[in-house]
C-alpha cells in the first residue's frame, strides 16, 4: 500500500461536462474512443450512459433546464391522471358486464 500523505481526490464532472460527453460519445464510433479523447475512463461514460437511460436521471431534475423540467412535471401530471381514468373505466366495465349478465 502506498504512504502518500494526500489520498488521491475524486474528480467531479459538472452537468455540461457529462452532457458533451454523452453527445460526444453518441457522435463517436465508440464509448472508449470517446472516453479517450475526453481524457476519462470508459467505465465511468459507460455509467452515465446507463444513468441517462434511467428514470432515475430524469427524476432528479437539477440537470434539467426549467422549461423541461416543467413539461416534465406536466407529462407526469398527466399520466397519472389517465392512469386514474383507466381504473375508473376498468370498474365501469366490470360493473356492466356484471348487471349485463342478469
Known amino acids: 500500500m502506498k504512504d502518500s500523505p494526500h489520498p488521491a481526490k ?3 464532472y459538472d452537468a455540461t461536462f457529462r452532457t ?3 453527445r460526444l460519445a453518441g457522435e463517436s464510433r465508440s ?3 470517446a472516453a479517450r479523447a ?3 475512463s470508459p467505465k465511468l461514460l459507460y455509467k452515465w450512459q446507463k444513468e441517462a437511460l434511467t428514470p432515475v436521471a430524469a427524476a432528479r ?6 422549461a ?3 413539461e416534465l412535471r406536466q407529462l407526469r401530471a398527466l399520466a397519472r391522471r389517465q392512469a386514474q381514468e383507466l381504473d375508473i373505466l376498468k370498474k365501469a366495465i ?4 356484471a348487471t349485463d349478465s342478469l
Open 20 to 22: 458533451e460527453a454523452l
Open 61 to 66: 431534475g437539477a440537470d434539467l433546464d426549467p
Open 38 to 40: 475526453l481524457n476519462i
Open 31 to 33: 464509448t472508449q474512443a
Open 94 to 97: 366490470a360493473i356492466f358486464s
Open 10 to 12: 475524486r474528480r467531479r
Open 68 to 70: 423541461t423540467a416543467a
